[in-house]
């Protein structure tokens, strides 16, 4: 499974200043995951650490994992400069439960994940994330995964370009489409690629896992974006939004 986050590091943070990233995307996330004080929570695909640090101010204590180096030194830099008790390890989603057996992390009540899937590049790959998240969150526990919307983002690519995002169709077949998107700003820009899969297969592959009652909640604006950009603003986005949240609870075996 290749990503290109090794490649991106530090220029990650020009997504972060996105508005829809930062009103849209962290608001519906958050509402989706619900209260998390005193829960034991897996954060998968963790990048730097930015959502780990989040849910742990909210009270519950993180492990973040993510196949990148560069992202688990730039996550492990922060929690040296403002220590919050997050530990974070070097693993791939594919394979959960050999890093959660080899530093005793034991099983979660909840395992979150920014982008995950979207990196599935096969079929296979999918199968064996969605069935390795399974095999570390309890019975009763739950799985919230935040990644990109496959009905806007392959229908309607030319709508994100007024919201920061460059959107390059590369192939759209349905499931295994794939597509490049690029954030400038600053002199500087990010870019990297996705292989994307239909809701209907990822619910598929959820419930195959071993979860149950998969939700896709719709998107969401937070009030402070209102108010600082106007409901005209958003209205696009809302019709069309670049994200998608999935949520699904893990069925007793």
Request: charge should be negative.
């Amino acid at each position: 499974m290749a990503t290109d986050y090794d490649e991106l590091g530090s220029r990650y943070l020009l997504i972060k200043s996105l508005p829809w990233k930062r009103f849209s995307e962290r608001y519906t996330f958050f509402k989706a995951v619900g209260p998390v004080h005193g829960l034991h929570l897996i954060d998968v695909a963790c990048g730097d650490g930015f959502y780990s640090r989040q849910f742990r101010d909210a009270g519950a204590d993180v492990v973040g994992v993510d196949v990148s180096r560069e992202m688990i030194r730039l996550a492990t830099v922060q929690e040296a400069r403002e220590r919050k008790g997050i530990r974070y390890e070097l693993g791939d989603a594919r394979n959960l439960e050999q890093v959660v057996r080899r530093r005793r992390l034991g099983i979660f009540d909840i395992a979150v994940a920014q982008w995950l899937l979207d990196y599935a590049d096969t079929r296979d790959a999918l199968r064996a994330m969605c069935r390795s998240l399974a095999c570390v969150v309890r019975p009763g526990g739950r799985f919230v995964h935040l990644g990109g919307c496959f009905d806007s983002i392959f229908g309607h690519p030319e709508r994100f370009r007024r919201y920061g995002v460059e959107v390059e169709v590369l192939s759209s077949h349905g499931d295994g489409s794939r597509c490049r998107w690029t954030v400038a700003g600053g002199g500087e820009s990010v870019s990297a690629e996705n292989t994307m899969w239909t809701p209907a297969t990822v619910t598929a592959e959820l419930e195959a896992a071993g979860f149950a009652a998969v939700e896709w909640p719709e998107a969401e604006i937070d009030p402070e974006g209102v108010a600082e950009l106007g409901e005209a603003y958003w209205a696009a986005y809302l019709d069309h939004p670049y994200h998608a949240v999935t949520c699904a609870t893990r069925r007793a075996p």
